[in-house]
């Protein structure tokens, strides 16, 4: 994860500043401050839960269920699940535009995975207990808090526990939320909460696009059929090319070559190799380029290998083809620094006394922000580690720092009457 320079603050910072040191000071705010405290054993109670069913990659609608039913007790209206599976309740107020809160609901973790989730002192242990438990629990807590104490803010919330952030599901929950013109043409922030902690805000979003190239051949014995094209060596062609493709400095952009298959034995020419190779940028542009220059190479290698067989055979012309599939597309964007969500959320910081790094990172927040519309991605509060692994754990210690945090924001966004 790449860090960025401080964004600079604009002329308008001081009246957020002051419009969220006045809504922390409201009754009923101070009271949702109080709520975070002494709920605590009830949100580490519905993280736990949430991270007991299984939520692998195309796999969610269990979780999603559980979640649905916390969200109809919690007194949210119009709530729904879509035909993605994604998990929707709405918080009414006024106005046609609204404030999204979300979560995803899916982890890495194949349906086989034993949940074994245990609560030890003010720690929780567990696959997918930070990512995205913290998530899920800041989700509940926000829209638990706001029906406690009554808080009447001006534009409607949406809570939305959305399906397919990791890896394959490729953002397919959230790509579905922006495709739907009821959420489409209605929010205007969106505030996703991935993970633990209070101390990043993602506001620019690292796009991708992953490739599998295949090659196939007639194949042979490495004796008899010498000369026959080899798709192993139009691989190793297609890298040596593709690896001198000039990248720039920034927008940052890198490639990488993660999985190479191939062949049978050491004394067969091989019917097929592939290989996985992963295209990352913050710009679109460099994405396109990169891309480009990935066909080219292959296309160039195959034209090579096919022209040196052509030379060597004895008889019919024997030919590899190839084909590139894409696997993977998470479209790049970013804030300008002068957007209201990012003012208020160093606003929200600097009341808090929290100190954040603005960050790039691949997120739900990356299709929101490639439709030019403003959101951010930050941590549920408290802390956690080992996310994607078995020893993954989040500690509640400080949960309600990034609790207050998220309310705060969410509160100056959507605006409260005077
Ligand atoms: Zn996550």
Not at 52 to 76: H, V
Not at 198 to 227: C, K, M, N, Q
Not at 232 to 249: M, Y
Not at 283 to 298: K, P, T
Request: charged letters at 20%; a negative charge.
């Amino acid at each position: 994860m790449a860090l960025t320079p401080p964004i600079e603050m604009s002329d308008s910072y001081p009246p957020v500043l002051e419009e969220v040191a006045r809504l922390a000071g409201l009754p009923e705010v101070c009271a949702a401050f109080d709520w975070f405290r002494s709920q605590e054993p009830q949100f580490a109670e519905w993280q736990m839960d949430a991270a007991r069913i299984a939520a692998p990659p195309f796999g969610e609608a269990a979780r999603g269920a559980w979640l649905a039913e916390r969200f109809r007790e919690l007194g949210l209206s119009e709530v729904q699940i879509d035909e993605a599976g994604n998990v929707f309740g709405v918080q009414p107020g006024y106005g046609s535009r609204s404030v999204a809160l979300s979560a995803h609901i899916d982890t890495v973790f194949p349906a086989t995975t034993p949940l074994n989730i245990q609560h030890r002192g003010s720690r929780l242990y567990g696959p997918g207990v930070s990512d995205n438990g913290a998530g899920i629990a800041a989700l509940l807590a926000v829209a638990g808090a706001i029906r406690a104490v009554g808080i009447s803010h001006a534009l409607p919330f949406i809570f939305v526990g959305n399906v397919g952030e990791e890896g394959e599901g490729d953002l397919r929950g959230m790509r579905h939320v922006f495709a739907t013109p009821r959420w489409r043409d209605s929010i205007a922030y969106s505030v996703i909460v991935d993970g633990a902690g209070s101390d990043t805000v993602v506001a620019e979003a690292l796009g991708s696009r992953r490739f599998e190239v295949i090659v196939r051949g007639p194949g042979g014995h490495s004796w008899s059929d010498f000369g026959a094209p080899n798709p192993i060596i139009v691989l190793s062609r297609t890298l040596e090319v593709f690896r001198q493709t000039p990248l720039p400095a920034s927008p940052k952009t890198t490639f990488n070559v993660g999985v190479i298959r191939g062949g049978t034995s050491v004394n067969s020419i091989p019917e097929s190799a592939s290989m996985r190779v992963d295209l990352r940028s913050t710009s679109m542009v460099e994405i396109d380029r990169l891309e480009r220059a990935l066909r080219i190479a292959v296309e160039q290698a195959i034209e090579a290998e096919n022209r040196t067989a052509s030379e060597h055979a004895k008889r019919k012309p024997q030919e590899v083809q190839c084909e590139v599939v894409a696997i993977g597309n998470r479209p790049a964007g970013e804030l300008a620094a002068d957007t209201r969500i990012l003012k208020v959320i160093r606003a929200v910081d600097a009341h808090l006394g929290n100190v954040a790094q603005v960050q790039r990172a691949s997120t739900d927040a990356n299709i929101p922000l490639s439709l030019g519309r403003e959101a951010i991605a930050i941590g549920g509060g408290g802390s956690g580690g080992g996310a994607h692994t078995l020893q993954e754990w989040f500690d509640t210690g400080g949960r309600d720092l990034g609790l207050r945090r998220i309310l705060l924001t969410m509160l100056a966004l959507s605006g409260v009457g005077e």
